[in-house]
């Protein structure tokens, strides 16, 4: 199981830090990674990070704004998101994938969490 938290109501340029906390198999066996969907709009990749946690991967419009991260001694997967913009606005959701590596492909995914709501007002 996964449980997002973190998110919330924040002004433009503002951050948050979603946290992710994963029960059931074993962590460190597989990448993660953080999606999101606007109202509208279908998921979209934020960003990924291997079993290790050593190799990261972000979706173009991050443009360096986000840090993915985890901590497998504590079963966690985080996203610090800086300079927010409105457009960030969006469910996200933390999830697990099939394999080790990096994957960007929602489909390849095998466990979802419920996600977290982050609005960024203008």
């Known amino acids: 199981q996964l449980q997002a938290s973190g998110g919330g109501l924040v002004q433009a340029g503002g951050s948050l830090r979603l946290s992710c906390a994963a029960s059931?198999?074993?962590?460190?066996?597989?990448?993660m990674g953080w999606f999101r969907q606007a109202p509208g709009k279908e998921r979209e990749f934020v960003a990924a990070?291997?079993?290790?946690?050593?190799?990261?991967y972000y979706a173009d419009f991050v443009e360096r704004r986000f840090t993915i991260s985890r901590d497998n001694n504590k079963n966690t997967l985080s996203l610090q998101m800086n300079s927010l913009k409105p457009e960030d606005t969006a469910v996200y959701y933390c999830?697990?994938?099939?394999?080790?590596?990096?994957?960007?492909?929602?489909?390849?995914?095998?466990?979802w969490g419920k996600g977290t709501q982050v609005t960024v007002s203008s």
């Open positions: 059931g198999r074993t962590f460190n066996n597989y990448g």
């Open positions: 990070t291997d079993w290790s946690g050593l190799s990261t």
């Open positions: 999830a697990r994938a099939s394999g080790t590596v990096i994957d960007v492909d929602a489909r390849d995914y095998r466990d």
